[in-house]
């Protein structure tokens, strides 16, 4: 493999970079490096209906097996807990009175009912340990089949694109469905708000309709707010309501979730954009920020446990958390949601590759997602991946890559955003880019914010065999380049990775794509004696 440095591929490589910022330079960083969240929450849990209780509570489980959990979550640095109790199945951890709401069971109704519902044991148990209770909404959960109450009934309440009890939010009754849920808990249980999760499946009005629909779902968040400020009276307390959205607004634009009215509004009192299923290196979280640091509400944007589309055994780490955080916090996170993060301890429940012993063990790795500067100096790790090599749940393409032909001139470029400082003294750090189709003969030069990489400075590697799927997402036959990474040139926030081909390249097949970077830091360590 050749890698080469001269100047005359630097003129060409500008002009790639042009495209996304100033000639031979980085996108100008929008992040900060001195972060101030807001508020005292930095932790919110999102609970799935019945996989954590399923993975966690004995079969005989009773109301002390879910106060311990709820314990345990405590001691590991939960703030908010938010417990998903309604989707398309129907509604979960307590039983409803409302004749269009049916009760779908879990593992939480193994409680004997003398002991009463299981989300009145939690509410009690939460406020008990001064943590919140938020009951969550599935709001367009598309699960297959399993739909009860008045969403199995009305087939014409359906969004037609989907079908399977889609709910259609452009109906009146579904609306209504929804709301009278609200006032049903609101009535019954002393919760401290909601969470209605529009990321489960994203779609909430037919696609057609979806961008002048945006009145719609305002004027239904209106609803619920007088609804919460009204209950929040007689309380003596507020009622908080937040919004788990897609990760751009973009995305909420087009699928009718106009979120800057919600938050300018004072509709919403946090709102925890992120991916259908996978956590975002890249994310701009930043966008946000700039509308709820000028409201009241905060921004807690979410990690997942699970990579990216195609890699059935890859979960994050701490290091993956610690990394991923990082930027999030300094694009303006007030702190950091999650959601299933039951996945760490996945063969409590089925077959899931992750050990039974996640359990409580991952969840003590929240304590890591505080924003603090308790853990600067353990090392970070930092996942560029293609989210979806298939089209996106929100119906976006979300599979950054550089595609070059093989053939003189090719060449393409790669955002990463890394909120670190590389000039600090012995901090260690290193860029690592897998080329899928790439050859030993190919003739490629590596190029950062502009400055050229020297060949002599990177490792290689050649793969013949590709990466099955044991060792993660497969790949066929590629190469991995392993780069060396210090300031400058690489700057705190968004880099420029940029590639071209020099010359005529290998035999290899097909186009040479590199569509997965990792970032690796190690901050200096003190030696004390």
């Not at 009241?296 to 991923?324: F, K, S």
């Not at 590629?478 to 005529?504: C, E, Q, R, Y």
């Amino acid at each position: 493999m050749l890698i080469l440095f001269s100047k005359r591929l630097f003129v060409a490589v500008t002009v790639v970079i042009t495209l996304c910022s100033a000639p031979g330079e980085a996108a100008e960083p929008a992040l900060t490096q001195n972060p101030k969240p807001r508020g005292d929450i930095r932790i919110v849990y999102v609970s799935d209906a019945d996989s954590d209780a399923r993975s966690v509570l004995p079969e005989n489980a009773t109301a002390d097996h879910l106060r311990a959990h709820i314990d345990v979550l405590a001691s590991c640095g939960v703030d908010f807990y938010a417990q998903d109790v309604f989707q398309k199945h129907g509604v979960c951890w307590f039983w409803p009175e409302h004749p269009d709401h049916a009760h779908f069971a879990g593992q939480v109704d193994k409680i004997p009912r003398a002991d009463g519902p299981p989300i009145k044991i939690a509410v009690e148990q939460c406020h008990k340990l001064g943590i919140k209770f938020l009951p969550v909404f599935r709001m367009a959960d598309r699960h297959n089949g399993g739909q009860q109450g008045l969403i199995a009934r009305r087939q014409d309440l359906w969004n037609p694109d989907f079908g399977d009890a889609a709910m259609d939010y452009t109906h009146d009754e579904i609306r209504d469905w929804v709301f009278e849920l609200v006032e049903e808990i609101v009535r019954r249980f002393d919760v401290d708000g909601f969470e209605f999760t529009y990321t489960r499946w994203m779609h909430c009005f037919p696609k057609s309709k979806a961008r002048e629909s945006h009145p719609i779902m305002t004027k239904f968040l209106r609803r619920v707010r007088e609804k919460l400020d009204d209950a929040g009276r007689e309380k003596g307390r507020q009622l908080l309501l937040g919004a788990r959205v897609p990760q751009t607004l973009e995305e909420c634009h087009a699928l009718g979730y106009d979120v800057p009215t919600w938050i300018k509004e004072g509709l919403i009192d946090y709102v925890a954009p992120c991916d259908f299923f996978y956590t975002d290196f890249n994310a701009k979280y930043e966008e946000f920020a700039v509308l709820t640091r000028e409201s009241a509400c905060m921004l807690y944007p979410a990690v997942h446990p699970v990579t990216c589309w195609g890699d059935e055994i890859g979960i994050l780490q701490p290091r993956n958390y610690r990394a991923a955080c990082r930027n999030m916090y300094a694009a303006g996170a007030d702190g950091i949601s999650q959601f299933n993060y039951q996945y760490h301890f996945g063969r409590r429940r089925s077959g899931y590759p992750w050990s039974e012993s996640g359990y409580p063990t991952s969840l003590a790795w929240l304590r890591q997602m505080r924003g603090t500067h308790e853990f600067d100096d353990l090392p970070r790790h930092y996942l560029f991946l293609p989210l979806w090599s298939k089209r996106s749940p929100s119906g976006f393409v979300k599979n950054d890559r550089i595609v070059l032909k093989r053939e003189e001139g090719s060449a393409g470029s790669y955002r990463f955003r890394i909120a670190e400082d590389l000039s600090e003294p012995g901090v260690a750090a290193e860029l690592i880019a897998r080329a899928s189709n790439a050859t030993q003969q190919d003739k490629l030069t590596f190029w950062i914010n502009g400055t050229a990489v020297p060949s002599d400075d990177i490792k290689t590697i050649f793969h013949g065999q590709g990466r099955p799927a044991e060792f993660g997402r497969p790949l066929g036959p590629h190469g991995v380049f392993m780069i060396p990474l210090a300031s400058p040139p690489v700057v705190f926030g968004d880099n420029i990775l940029a590639v071209t081909v020099d010359g005529k390249g290998g035999e290899g097949e097909g186009d040479i794509v590199i569509d997965e970077l990792e970032v690796t830091i190690v901050p200096p360590w003190t030696r004390v004696d």
